[in-house]
């Protein structure tokens, strides 16, 4: 066991149990120093004043003209306290919407009133990063950072912009791959004022720059590396509980890209149990696209396990050297999880024993129909969300999660951040649905609402609508 750096009511600490080292959160630390390990951030919640109960976060309802009140991640500021009030950083972020969804429950395969989807399409980027941007943030404007970068493959850094324009604490700086973001997000990080840098390669590529660029010249890195980020993220599921009366669902069904949600909601979880607030854990389904499978590949086909913090990461090094030798990219539409190498996967692969957790991969074809659902059922969200549906109805249909299990599933980000996909499904042009979906081998759109083509004149308009209607 290293000897503590420094322990006080808030701090950062080694994941890894063989190590356990423990930084103060005046650090800015993206790894362990002692062993290279991810780093939590930890509370002596023996010496905090914690919650007995959820009754003080309901009462915060009524004080909507406090912008910590008014945050959905810091009106949970007593589950998250290493920041204090004055430190805090808030755009409103967290207003967001649980609702049953039968329509998207009986596409799945779920009896009436059991399939819950959280919509964090509503934040002020449009998605579910600023949560975890507010924590960072917040930490950064603790220790005095005048710039911030991340690796995005678009959600961070229109979440990163947003957050650089509307507080002007930092300079945003944005590393993308060549080829591999959204019109949608990247005109939120151009219209913001970030300054945009693409390199050639994708986005593990940037992730390895952008880390050696802010550990050599000091800038904050705000991608879910930095467990602060992870803080913002894991409020989230209080939010859930919130939504359901803080009754506990039976599972959460969350996208995998870089796997900060899912080790954020399984600390979330860890950390409610170990105060007394739940009584049970959920389990927790996290789900690949095919073409951005590492954790399913590793979990479900390799064996890899946290094993206590005792993992053999052995798997994981030949795996990579996989990727590397065959020069295999990450390649989905579901651009937000297009991640090969997840910077999380240790923290995950503990949330997964912590939540019992399970790993599935689901195809194109699977992410466009469950989004066309969605969309159908009121809520658009882009590709990347809708695989926690695809995910959902193939668990479903496995006899893993039952018919009256009571399932939220994540949709994390908004039906606009990646437009291309929904129109070229929906579209009765097959030129173009042969270039965006065709070459990803998605050969239906089994759920299109096409448009209807008709002559301009009212006789035709009204056939039109008498016979579609």
């Not at 940037?206 to 880390?211: H, P, Q, T």
């Amino acid at each position: 066991m290293a000897v503590a750096a420094r322990t006080d009511l808030a701090f950062q600490q080694c994941i890894a149990p063989a190590c356990g080292a423990t930084f103060s959160v005046d650090e800015v630390l993206t790894s362990c120093p002692s062993c290279g390990n991810l780093l939590d951030v930890t509370y002596d919640w023996d010496r905090l004043p914690a919650p007995s109960s959820f009754e003080v976060f309901e009462r915060k309802w009524m004080r909507r003209s406090d912008p910590l009140a008014l945050s959905g991640v810091w009106r949970f500021h007593e589950l998250l306290p290493f920041a204090p009030r004055e430190s805090v950083v808030t755009i409103g972020e967290g207003q967001t919407l649980l609702s049953v969804s039968d329509g998207v429950g009986r596409y799945v395969g779920m009896n009436s009133g059991q399939l819950h989807l959280q919509y964090e399409g509503l934040n002020p980027s449009g998605s579910f990063k600023d949560n975890g941007m507010s924590a960072a943030f917040s930490h950064a404007r603790m220790i005095g950072a005048t710039r911030a970068a991340c690796a995005s493959t678009g959600n961070t850094s229109a979440s990163l912009a947003v957050y650089c324009a509307v507080t002007r604490l930092m300079r945003g700086i944005i590393f993308i791959g060549s080829g591999k973001i959204s019109y949608g997000k990247l005109s939120q990080a151009l219209d913001y004022g970030a300054l945009t840098i693409q390199i050639a390669g994708d986005f593990d590529d940037a992730m390895a720059r952008v880390k050696e660029v802010a550990s050599k010249t000091g800038i904050y890195l705000v991608n879910s590396v930095n467990p602060f980020r992870l803080e913002g993220q894991k409020t989230i599921m209080y939010r859930v509980l919130e939504s359901l009366g803080w009754e506990v669902p039976d599972w959460i069904v969350v996208p995998g890209g870089n796997l900060g949600n899912s080790s954020s909601f399984g600390k979330a979880f860890a950390e409610l149990r170990h105060l007394g607030l739940i009584d049970r854990i959920p389990r927790l389904a996290v789900i690949n696209a095919a073409g951005a499978n590492t954790l399913h590949e590793l979990f479900h086909n390799r064996g890899l396990r946290w094993n206590g913090g005792q993992a053999d990461l052995a798997p994981v090094c030949h795996y990579y050297d996989e990727l590397d030798r065959e020069n295999k990219r990450a390649d989905t539409l579901a651009s937000a999880i297009e991640i090969n190498r997840p910077v999380n996967l240790n923290k995950c692969l503990r949330a997964l024993e912590v939540c019992d957790g399970v790993v599935r991969e689901v195809t194109e074809q699977e992410i466009l129909d469950a989004k066309a659902q969605v969309g159908a059922g009121g809520l658009g969200c882009e590709p990347a969300s809708a695989a926690s549906v695809a995910g959902a109805r193939k668990l479903v249909n496995e006899g893993v999660i039952g018919r009256d299990d009571r399932v939220v599933c994540i949709l994390t980000g908004h039906q606009l951040k990646d437009p291309n996909a929904t129109v070229a499904y929906h579209t009765t042009d097959q030129n173009l649905f042969n270039e965006v979906l065709g070459s990803r081998g998605v050969s239906r759109a089994s759920f299109a609402n096409r448009a209807v083509t008709v002559g301009n004149r009212f006789d035709d308009i009204i056939q039109a609508i008498d016979l579609y209607s």
